[in-house]
């Protein structure tokens, strides 16, 4: 007669699920699938000429936003990783990272062909003269080298300090991302920053809070106050 198992007790904890590396190499093809198909809509928009009233607008806005939906994402996986204990959900971020700075790249050359036709003159002058147009610009630039360094040699050859001091340089980049988005729009529209810029805000005020709560661990307990010994010249009464 077999033995009945035991459900295990609140004391005893459960490993999460470790996906094999051919089950994480699947998730992975799947991922990469799911990031092209914002850019699949847009080949399909092109395909059929279904850009709507303003061609420009929409490839615009449709890439920037889709930089910021990834960038949102790569954010998230710290705090799923430390919330769900699968370490594995690390080797996702590089993926979400590279399609944020894709789409981001994407964005930026859409402003400079369809608005500027890439003359770089008319590119710094707008630059220099609106404010939402310069911000988006400084977080562009920071992503540069972020995308840049995100191999494993790049890794390597900063050392894992440096490297990770670097890509710290998201959390500035998300700012100004909520900066951008905000001049972007009219007063009448600012929900959608709104929610965002909430957004950006838990992910990064998690960080805070988890770094807090490291430091504390990290730090040296009190040391006891040791009372001197007086020595006394004459024997006390």
């Not at 080949?43 to 889709?66: I, K, S």
């Not at 562009?140 to 710290?168: C, D, K, Y």
Request: charged share 15%; glycine share 6%; proline share 9%.
């Amino acid at each position: 007669m077999p033995t009945p198992q035991v459900p295990p007790t609140p004391s005893q904890p459960t490993t999460a699920h470790t996906p094999t590396p051919s089950q994480l190499g699947a998730l992975k093809a799947l991922l990469f699938a799911l990031c092209l198909l914002p850019f699949g809509r847009l080949l399909w928009a092109a395909w059929t000429d279904d850009f709507g009233a303003n061609p420009v607008e929409f490839v615009q806005r449709w890439t920037g936003t889709w930089a910021f939906n990834l960038l949102l994402l790569t954010l998230c996986i710290s705090p799923l990783r430390a919330l769900t204990g699968r370490p594995w959900l690390i080797r996702l971020r590089r993926m979400l990272g590279l399609f944020c700075f894709f789409y981001a790249s994407l964005h930026f050359l859409a402003y400079i062909g369809f608005d500027h036709s890439f003359e770089v003159d008319a590119i710094a002058r707008d630059i220099l003269k609106r404010p939402f147009v310069s911000v988006g610009f400084a977080a562009f630039v920071l992503l540069l080298p972020l995308a840049a360094t995100s191999s494993n040699r790049a890794i390597r050859w900063l050392g894992g300090r440096r490297w990770q001091e670097l890509h710290r340089t998201i959390y500035p980049i998300a700012l100004l991302a909520c900066v951008h988005y905000f001049w972007l729009v009219k007063a009448s529209a600012l929900v959608w920053p709104l929610l965002y810029s909430l957004a950006v805000g838990l992910l990064l005020g998690w960080r805070i809070l988890a770094w807090q709560r490291k430091a504390r661990v990290a730090a040296p307990p009190p040391r006891a106050q040791v009372q001197p010994i007086h020595f006394h010249r004459h024997r006390p009464d």
